[in-house]
C-alpha cells in the first residue's frame, strides 16, 4: 500500500506545472505550446505542405484497400490509372497501421508541388498520416497533376514490399 501511495504522490508531483525557483519557492510554467498544424512540414523540408483545402475530385474515385494479412501487406489494387480530375480513396482494411508516401524523386517533374497540396494532413512532406482503425479512410487528389507515373509506398510496411504506382494519362 505505501508502494502505491508513494506512486501516486510522484506521478502528481512529475504532472506539475509549477516548478520550484532556485529560492525554493515554486513559479508556475506556462503550459507548452500548442502542437502545429500536421500540414505543416519540419523545419528544413524541401517543399511545405499546403494549408488550403485540397482542389476538389470533378472525376471519379478508385478505392484501394490497404491489407495486411497472411498473405502478406499490400495495397489492392497495387497499379492504378487516373484521368485528370480523378482520385484516390485508400482505406485501411487490415493490418494497419498504414499510410501513402510518395517518394519525391519519382513523381513527374513538378508534380511534387500539386501532390502536396492536394494531399490533407500530411506528417511530412507527400506523407500521408497513419491510419490506426480499420475503415478509416485518407483520399488524395489528383486534379491539377501533370501526366506521368507516381509511385508510393506504405511507410511502416516499405520492408515488406507493400507499394503501388498511380498513372495519371
Same mark, same amino acid.
Given at each position: ?67 495486411? $494479412? ?15 480530375? $480523378? ?17 519525391? $524523386? ?64
Amino acid at each position: 500500500m505505501r508502494f502505491i501511495a508513494t506512486s501516486l504522490c510522484l506521478l502528481v508531483a512529475c504532472s506539475s506545472t509549477e516548478k520550484p525557483s532556485a529560492g525554493g519557492a515554486t513559479t508556475s510554467t506556462p503550459p507548452p505550446p500548442a502542437q502545429t498544424s500536421a500540414t505543416t512540414p519540419p523545419a528544413g523540408s524541401p517543399e511545405k505542405a499546403s494549408t488550403t483545402s485540397p482542389a476538389p475530385i470533378s472525376g471519379k474515385t478508385v478505392t484501394v484497400n490497404m491489407v495486411g $494479412d497472411a498473405k502478406g501487406y499490400r495495397f489492392e489494387p497495387s497499379t492504378i490509372t487516373l484521368s485528370p480530375g $480523378d482520385g484516390v480513396k485508400f482505406v485501411n482494411v487490415s493490418g494497419g497501421p498504414h499510410n501513402v508516401t510518395f517518394w519525391p $524523386d519519382s513523381v513527374p517533374g513538378g508534380a511534387a508541388k500539386t501532390l502536396s497540396a492536394n494531399m490533407p494532413n500530411t506528417t511530412a512532406p507527400l506523407m500521408g498520416p497513419l491510419m490506426v482503425t480499420p475503415n478509416e479512410t485518407y483520399t488524395i487528389s489528383f486534379t491539377g497533376a501533370p501526366a506521368g507515373v507516381y509511385h508510393f509506398y506504405c511507410t511502416p510496411h516499405q520492408a515488406l514490399g507493400m507499394k503501388g504506382t498511380i498513372t495519371v494519362k
